[in-house]
């Protein structure tokens, strides 16, 4: 069901399942990163992506299902994946408002420091050396994601497309081994988009795996090297950019299905017949059917 | 002030309607009346404190009057553009001259309103409280005839928004580079001044402290307004251990200019509520906890010490050398700390507030019944530990008068310089800990706490730290008050009440003074225990009146007296200049995702 490369596997999350009460916001997802790789996940508005990325960071303990990385498996706390090594970004932005850039970025080389409340107070020269290194690095994140001129500035004060830009430079101050990105174009215009994907390839380059969220199709086909589709709390389909482009129950996913009397009543039935394929009969086997359904 | 964009024709037009030179005459003649006025008799009677029937020799809200008005005579000039005086109005030019000269009116009016209403009637006026009144009047008419410093345009209409608009000033420019030695003397002299205002208002009278009260606020706005505050603070930012350490020296100072022994207490005591403040700071103004029964760490603290001071009320009748009571005093607040805050810390927003609220009482009724008869006999109930003995460190005796360079230093200005020392460690404390990993995440927490774990910040155990931190200090303050009050009872440590320190006082100087600066709550305790401690007379309305100023200030200043970068910018966001209204708005983005 996975394409197995040689590449080391960076997250493999298992049967990942979440349950709010009665509602099953998703249904066994497996996923797997392997080190060097851009995955996408995309899905239409409600489809779960973000409690699934909820679910990988820590911040929701998954009802069934386990989530490791580098093969160890992560406890169900945000600030111990984050120092195993997962960062990731918000889908709306959440920022320190009233810190400068910089300390955003400080902030984030929390987990990759150590000095507690008494160096704080005593200030030997070991504090001052990590807080100089500290600042030193923060800086180069900054020089990387073009900001470094306005790191005294307040976070809040930043336009919006280098507040996202922020927040992927303060996710990589934790030095981690997989970034994840909620829709990190949200709300951008085309020429930051382009600049957003520059950004997010150069990252690749720095040996960094990715799993991104995002609704703009142009974006994420250019982007990644693999794109899992998520359709009511299940995937539906995961592949390469031509698989996932070619897959009609995609396409019936996102468009939905033809208004009643419209012409191509055959067309109408096909989606109906992958709809109900892929949806209704989930309650009875949800495994076998995602199995099937990925096989490629 | 409004930009705008729509209506090119700005003007500066003043609220009254003068040609300026009047308006210059006539601030410039009222300013030098009020002036000269101040120099006859105000009244006959000597009933009236203060002695302000000399002719030829002001007294008492006199002076207060005298220097308002010399300051508004400077400021005018300044604003003319009189050579050598122009660094006194880098900013505002004209309307520093109006704050100052409504100084002057306000402290006239109330001194002749006084002095009718004490003696019976306006006859007990003599000429000279007429010519001040008159002088200020006309000072102060005028002054709203000079244009405004701001370019208003035809958006700011009806009188109210014109008078407002009129007391606006633009900020200064950069200031001509100094030599260092200049500044350093620039820095002395302002810690300086600011030590002989505040011995000038703890030493005064009620009636006279209604008139400082009066004058220092409006001469500090106008002093903001004129520029010179911010110019101060870029010297006082640029050299920060010299601030601090003038700061300390100037502080140092204070016994030594008291003769009265009650005034030097009045110090002491502003020093234990503004440092007990200070370590609020850190859990409130850091940390962003909303901590409501913080006098109680401060009872923890005073109790031990008196437990183990020797006094012979205490059950456990032994004496720890001092620096063992202040570290048994320190490690019992933080005991107490942790097992308040490992429980609660791990919920958010309001449990807190209710959890340490609760905590605060149950303190106080704790002491109240380990009387021996309610619970084992620890404390003596409500009869508290008396008679604390006064300290004795390395052969000085902090309950004798001792003689230093010439001035008589007493028991309360011992005491004062002790807790001086205390309050140094504690500044150092909320310094050093809040430029560091771990301050940077406590603001981290208060900022957005599922962001701040994402980024790896172990929130609840980071939390606790700043708690566990702010019990302590407040515990190691409290051993200083045990010795100063001599006497400890549970009713020290209500949750509100007339008298600071207590919960109430404590975060509203907090706030008051700005959250998270250094002399922010520092300033905020001073003003909270000077004003209470002035006014006896106000009495029955003291809270109320003291309700509605907090109301008041939070509705015009929310940021607090001293606000720092970061609240100044959070909560007037029209400095923002450069942020996207619409592009930032994600929330509607979030709210159609929340379903997810």
């Known amino acids: 069901m996975t394409t197995m490369t040689t590449n080391t596997t960076v997250l493999e999350a298992s049967d990942v399942t979440m349950r709010f009460g009665g509602l099953t916001a998703v249904r066994s997802v497996d996923l797997t990163v392997n080190s060097g790789e851009i995955v996408g996940l995309i899905g239409p508005n409600g489809a779960g992506k973000t409690t699934f990325f909820n679910c990988l960071t820590g911040l929701y303990v998954p009802t069934e299902g386990k989530v490791s990385y580098k093969g160890t498996v992560l406890p169900p706390k945000p600030h111990l994946v984050t120092s195993a090594g997962i960062a990731r970004t918000f889908q709306n932005i959440r920022l320190f408002a009233n810190m400068t850039v910089l300390e955003n970025v400080l902030v984030g080389r929390h987990t990759r420091t150590k000095e507690g409340l008494w160096s704080a107070l005593l200030r030997g020269p070991g504090f001052k050396k990590a807080e100089a290194t500290s600042n030193e690095k923060a800086m180069e994140l900054l020089e990387f994601i073009g900001l470094a001129h306005k790191a005294d500035h307040l976070a809040r004060n930043l336009p919006y497309g280098e507040q996202r830009k922020l927040e992927i430079a303060r996710a990589l101050a934790s030095e981690p081994g997989l970034l994840l990105l909620d829709e990190p174009t949200a709300g951008m215009n085309p020429q930051e988009t382009r600049a957003t994907e520059e950004l997010v390839f150069a990252i690749r380059d720095k040996g960094i795996a990715i799993l991104v969220i995002e609704h703009d199709m142009r974006f994420i086909f250019n982007l990644c090297d693999r794109v899992a589709v998520l359709v009511q709390g299940e995937k539906l389909v995961e592949g390469t950019s031509e698989v996932v482009q070619a897959d009609e129950r995609v396409v019936a996913a996102y468009l939905g299905t033809p208004f009643e009397g419209a012409p191509g009543d055959e067309e109408v039935a096909e989606v109906e017949a992958a709809e109900a394929a892929s949806a209704t009969t989930s309650k009875e086997a949800p495994s076998t059917n995602t199995r099937t359904e990925d096989g490629q | 002030m409004t930009t705008d964009t729509t209506t090119p024709s700005t003007h500066t037009t003043p609220v009254l309607p003068l040609p300026t030179t009047a308006a210059r005459a006539g601030v410039l003649t009222g300013a030098a009346l009020a002036l000269a006025g101040t120099f006859l008799a105000w009244t006959q009677s000597d009933a009236f404190p203060g002695n302000l029937t000399v002719t030829g020799y002001p007294g008492g809200l006199q002076v207060i009057t005298l220097v308002g008005a010399a300051l508004t005579l400077l400021l005018a000039l300044s604003g003319m553009g009189i050579r050598g005086l122009g660094w006194l109005t880098p900013g505002g030019k004209n309307s520093p001259v109006r704050l100052t000269a409504l100084g002057v009116l306000g402290t006239t009016a109330y001194a002749m309103t006084a002095i009718s209403a004490q003696l019976g009637g306006t006859i007990n006026l003599e000429p000279g409280a007429w010519i001040s009144g008159t002088g200020a009047l006309i000072a102060a008419v005028a002054a709203f005839g000079l244009p405004a410093d701001l370019p208003a345009d035809d958006t700011i209409t009806g009188f109210r928004a014109r008078f407002k608009h009129a007391l606006k000033a633009p900020t200064p420019g950069r200031a001509k580079e100094l030599p260092n030695s200049a500044e350093i003397l620039i820095i002395a002299a302002a810690f300086g001044t600011g030590l002989y205002v505040f011995a000038y208002g703890i030493d005064a009278y009620s009636e006279l402290f209604v008139g400082f009260f009066i004058t220092t606020a409006l001469v500090a706005t106008a002093l903001f307004r004129a520029g010179l505050i911010a110019r101060l603070n870029r010297l006082t930012a640029k050299h920060r251990t010299i601030t601090l350490t003038a700061a300390l020296i100037a502080a140092a100072c204070f016994p030594f200019t ?80 942790v097992l308040i805050g490992a429980p609660t810390l791990r919920l958010r927003g309001d449990y807190l507030a209710i959890v340490t609220l609760g905590f605060g009482e149950i303190f106080r009724i704790t002491m109240n019944n380990l009387n021996g008869s309610a619970g084992p006999d620890v404390t003596n109930g409500s009869q508290g530990i008396p008679n604390i003995p006064d300290l004795e460190l390395f052969g000085f005796n902090f309950g004798m008068p001792h003689d230093i360079a010439g001035f008589t230093l007493g028991r309360s200005g011992n005491y004062y310089l002790l807790m001086l020392l205390f309050t140094a460690v504690v500044v150092m404390v909320f310094r050093r800990s809040g430029e560091s990993r771990i301050g940077r995440a406590w603001v981290a927490i208060r900022e957005d706490e599922t ?88 009495e029955d309305f003291q809270l109320i009146l003291f309700g509605l100023a907090l109301i008041l200030l939070m509705r015009f200043r929310p940021e607090g007296l001293v606000a720092n970068k970061r609240a100044q910018l959070q909560f007037h966001e029209n400095d923002q200049l450069d942020v996207p209204e619409q592009r930032t708005d994600t929330t509607a983005v979030g709210t159609a995702k929340a379903g997810a």
Request: no cysteine.
């Open chain 2, 258 to 337: 008291q003769t009265d022994e009650s005034y030097a207490l009045i110090g002491a005591n502003i020093l234990i509520f503004a440092t007990v403040a200070l370590g609020l700071n850190v859990v409130v103004g850091l940390a962003g906890l909303l901590d409501l029964g913080y006098v109680a760490f401060l009872g923890v603290g005073a109790y031990t010490a008196a437990l183990v001071s020797g006094s012979p009320q205490s059950t456990f009748g032994i004496q720890f050398p001092f620096w063992a009571a202040v570290l048994a005093g320190a490690a019992a607040s933080l005991i107490f700390g």
């Open chain 2, 451 to 538: 962001a701040a774990t994402a980024m790896g910040i172990n929130g609840f155990r980071v939390k606790l730290i700043a708690f566990a931190l702010g019990a302590t200090l407040a515990g190691f303050a409290g051993t200083v008050q045990a010795h100063v009050s001599y006497s400890i009872t549970p009713e020290q440590y209500l949750f509100a009440n007339t008298v600071p320190p207590n919960s109430a006082f404590l975060l509203a100087a907090v706030i008051l003074g700005g959250m998270g600066t250094i002399s922010g709550p520092l300033i905020g305790a001073a003003l909270l225990y000077l004003i209470p401690a002035k006014l006896q007379f106000l």
